[in-house]
């Protein structure tokens, strides 16, 4: 019984000991590794890099800080070597070396997690080492690592036994080669310009032709991004590359009828291939197409609408370069087509591209074939030419984008179209007369377009006046409206008020919305309005409506004098409410730092309370922009603002009880909100709830789940805190709450807000920031709005690395300051539950040790057990506090095991006694 007692002490110390480093932390203790008689894995080995730590051995990829070690006896001349199974880091490096631990060569250093090691001696043992590629450690790190026998290079995996290759008479693939990658090797002929060559095999055949189309088909297995490389030469370090090819399809030109030419195919990356096949064919390109040159362009009939009625078919497959340059891309494949301009303007349209190449270029050139001028070159499929001579012949060329990507099935459609004729109202003396409405109903509009209208030449201060169409209108007031209409449709457009004559206009306004108010007119008067596209660019299918109205009287309470009082709501509800507008509203005169208050209406209320809420919600009419101050003194004075606010609803804080206060709405714009309505309310907030303020942080216990630590809270009557928040991503604080916790022992947290009712339906948009320190000066940490992983409104914050026993403030508010719903709150993380002990916060000393070995953690340190190698107990000590001593001093020399135990969980450590 004592011997069995023994032998399981020694086992599990050990076992613990061990687990500080793995027992192949260093080349001697190499762990020998089984090599597989196939390609499989039958036979692999566990690993870690949990402890490792750095052998000293130079590497030639990534950062060795963790690495551990192998040993293999080849069987073979080529082995595989393979990391399988990996958790958490995946970024590995593995290398094999020859020699011995105090001298070794280094053979390969791969970082993929398959490599291919060539020129072995069979009978000879190798080491491999496996390490994280990046510093620092990877202590959660697992894997598998195998060692297997590769099938034989393929027979053309040199140039001197490249294989030959028939060619195809026509341009199909009936003829075709089988080839692969597996087990190739670098051949070192040449250096490619494209790629690796670390794997290439070689193939050679005769031109029957100037060009040959060299096709890579049926590419499977695990890397299938291919290069091939044509070369002139012999063997030996004597090739001269004519073309290489990433796309696995392409056309080789300039080739000699009869001349032998040699072909290597090979993988892009710089991994090596584990199961890579293909098969190569050579052929005839396909013939190039009719008008693959200029001076057999294809005549286009030119369509006398905007339909694509007379349309041609096209195809870039088998275009070869006709020399003419371009503006973008590169025209090797270009084809060409030719209409004689029956107007000034035309569109050339590119429909129906299908095929393998569909980023086309169009390009509209003017002249002959043999200097042609580019009108206009474009990556569009249409393209708006003006400034045509009728009767003149133009050409178009298309061709694809990408260069050295000959196309195998690229078609299209071409066509021309012509523009509309210009608008009647093209030119001022076309004005159309517009009837004026007696209000704001528009019910009395007139349709129009700018649609193939023209420069009238009249200068302009907004946008580009290209395509400018008129209207006319007489003045029944000294006020009006003018409204642009767009139904459904997105298109930018400018419109002016001019008056005086055609020949002679005076522009009185140039706005881009869609609304605007002209004032300071004389009643009878005409008055002009010219309406066109902000860009420069030609509209295809613009349609609007346009409409003028009289502008209404202003509001009663249009001034400070005639504020209207408000009446305060004496819950939060907002049973009572006061209807507003500021249709036909005017500029009070009281400055604003925020958008124009030329519409300005004014409210007044009786403070019944140091905080109330005011919402202005339900808004309607042609803009809803609103921003809205409360201010305070006297009409007649200087007014000074109390609170400036935009948002719709919010939170107004240190107010006096019984003081009256303005507040006075307007649209953010000038000078175009003429029918917008609303309702206000102002309701009375309960009392700030009892954290309002940081000191009175309610403290939330850390827990393994959301639902085990949720405190459910509110905002409601909360008012604003002074600690700042970065700009940069955390929006504006609102009315806020204030939550506090410790950072459990492994330094990770989640802080997280959710619905309280575990229902779909959220009805507070949270906001959560966190801070270290105390109250009186704390310092950011992370703010969120809307958390990776829960619902629509609530937040999520996920601490990691964090010092533990650190108390961490949260506070917590309404994204836009106008929900109170009710919301729950949580600290939680699922590792609570896991004990792990934390080794960065331990610490053992002098370690080796003569008298007293000293021992600290950031949790109680319950008691202390020494064994020595044999497993026997020699020593013990309870201590209970976070730090503590341990007296060596009467125990022989040598090494002990030492174990210390704190708050449930243990760590082993090995200890030398001098």
């Not at 009978?123 to 620092?136: A, E, K, P, Q």
């Not at 071409?414 to 517009?434: K, R």
Request: proline share 5%; aromatic share 8%.
């Amino acid at each position: 019984m004592k011997k069995i007692l023994l032998f399981c002490v020694l086992s599990v110390f050990y076992f613990e000991a061990n687990a500080q480093a793995p027992i192949n932390d260093d080349c001697s203790n190499a762990i020998s590794l089984s090599v597989n008689m196939d390609v499989s894995c039958t036979l692999k080995t566990a690993g870690t890099l949990e402890g490792a730590t750095n052998s000293g051995v130079p590497t030639a990829t990534g950062t060795a800080d963790d690495d551990v070690w192998y040993s293999f006896t080849a069987t073979a001349t080529s082995h595989r070597i393979k990391l399988v199974d990996i958790s958490n880091d995946t970024d590995l490096v593995h290398e094999v070396m020859d020699g011995n631990c105090n001298s070794l060569t280094l053979l390969s250093s791969s970082n993929p997690n398959s490599s291919f090691v060539t020129g072995l001696t069979v009978g000879s043992t190798y080491l491999i080492r496996v390490f994280s590629h990046n510093s620092g450690t990877s202590e959660p790190t697992t894997f598998s690592i195998c060692v297997s026998v590769a099938p034989a290079s393929p027979i053309n995996d040199d140039c001197n036994n490249a294989i030959a290759v028939p060619v195809n008479i026509d341009n199909s693939c009936t003829l075709k080669t089988a080839g692969t990658l597996v087990s190739a090797t670098n051949s070192n002929e040449s250096e490619p310009s494209i790629g690796n060559a670390d794997d290439d095999v070689w193939y050679t055949f005769t031109a029957t032709a100037n060009s040959h189309r060299i096709r890579l088909l049926n590419i499977e297995g695990d890397i299938t991004n291919l290069v091939y490389e044509v070369f002139e030469g012999s063997c030996g370090n004597q090739l001269i590359s004519l073309y290489i090819s990433d796309p696995e399809s392409n056309v080789i030109s300039g080739l000699t009828i009869g001349s032998t030419y040699y072909l290597r195919v090979f993988s892009y990356e710089s991994v090596a291939p584990e199961s890579t096949t293909f098969d190569l064919c050579i052929s005839m390109p396909s013939p190039a197409p009719v008008n693959d040159e200029c001076a057999n362009a294809i005549t286009l009939a030119v369509n006398q609408d905007q339909s694509c009625t007379a349309t041609i078919s096209g195809t870039l497959v088998g275009a070869t370069n006709s020399g003419h340059n371009t503006q973008m891309g590169t025209a090797d494949d270009d084809v060409w087509y030719t209409f004689v301009a029956t107007a000034t303007a035309h569109k050339i349209r590119i429909n129906n591209v299908e095929g393998d190449l569909t980023e086309l270029v169009l390009e509209v050139l003017d002249g002959n074939c043999e200097t042609p001028a580019i009108i206009n070159s474009t990556l569009l499929n249409y393209s708006d030419i003006r400034g045509l001579t009728i009767g003149n012949t133009y050409f178009i060329r298309v061709f694809s984008y990408e260069s050295n990507h000959a196309s195998e099935s690229t078609t299209f459609t071409v066509c021309v179209t012509s523009f509309p004729p210009p608008p009647a109202n093209d030119e001022c003396s076309g004005a159309v007369a517009l009837t004026v409405n007696p209000d704001l109903s528009c019910s009395s509009r007139t349709s129009g377009t700018v649609v193939s209208a023209t420069n009238s030449g009249v200068a302009t201060v907004t946008g580009t006046a290209d395509d400018d169409v008129w209207y006319s209108f007489v003045a029944t007031a000294t006020s009006h409206k003018i409204s642009i209409i767009k139904e459904g449709v997105d298109f930018d457009l400018v419109h002016e008020v001019m008056e005086g004559t055609c020949g002679s206009l005076v522009t009185l306004s140039s706005i881009n919305f869609n609304s605007s108010i002209i004032s300071g007119l004389t009643v009878g008067t005409t008055y002009y309005i010219r309406v066109f596209s902000y860009g420069s660019y030609p509209q295809e299918s613009t349609s609007f409506d346009i409409c003028i109205g009289i502008v209404p009287p202003p509001p009663a309470n249009d001034d400070c004098t005639g504020a209207i009082a408000l009446t305060i709501n004496t819950d939060a509800s907002c049973n009572i409410i006061t209807v507003a507008t500021i249709a036909g509203a005017t500029d009070s005169g009281i400055p604003t730092p925020t958008g124009s208050p030329d519409d300005d209406v004014w409210y007044t209320f009786v403070a019944p309370a140091s905080s109330l809420r005011i919402d202005i919600y339900n808004l309607e009419g042609d803009q809803t922009y609103l921003v809205w101050e409360v201010l305070e003194g006297t009409y007649g004075t200087q007014l000074e603002r109390h609170i400036e606010n935009n948002p719709d609803s919010n939170i107004m804080n240190g107010l006096t009880v019984g003081n009256t206060y303005y507040l006075r709405a307007y649209s953010y714009y000038s000078d175009q909100i003429f029918s917008t309505t609303f309702d206000i309310c102002v309701a009375t907030l309960p009392p700030p709830p009892a954290n309002d303020e940081c000191v009175n942080a309610i403290t939330l216990t850390p827990a393994i789940t959301f639902a085990d630590g949720a405190v459910n809270s509110n905002v409601a009557g909360a008012t604003y805190s002074p600690e700042t928040i970065p700009e940069s991503g955390c929006g504006g604080a609102g009315s806020d709450v204030w939550f506090k916790t410790v950072i459990p022992a492994d330094g990770n947290l989640i802080i997280e807000t959710g619905d309280p009712t575990n229902s779909e339906n959220i009805g507070f948009d949270s906001f959560i920031t966190i801070y270290s320190g105390i109250c009186d000066t704390l310092e950011f940490i992370e703010c969120n709005d809307q958390g990776d992983s829960v619902g629509w409104g609530y937040s999520k914050i996920n601490l990691t690395g964090r010092t533990a026993g650190e108390t961490v403030y949260i506070r917590v508010w309404e994204y836009v300051n106008n929900q109170y719903a009710q919301f729950s709150i949580s600290a939680w993380s699922p590792t609570l539950g896991i004990t792990t002990f934390n080794k960065a916060n331990f610490k053992a000393y002098p370690n080796p040790v003569k008298d007293m070995l000293n021992v600290s953690y950031i949790q109680n340190i319950s008691d202390v057990n020494i064994f020595n190698l044999l497993g026997q107990n020699v020593a013990s000590k309870t201590i209970n506090e976070t730090s503590g001593q341990i007296d060596m001093s009467g125990l022989p020399s040598g090494s002990y095991l030492v174990k210390i135990t704190a708050e449930g969980q243990t760590k082993t450590i090995k200890v030398v006694k001098q």
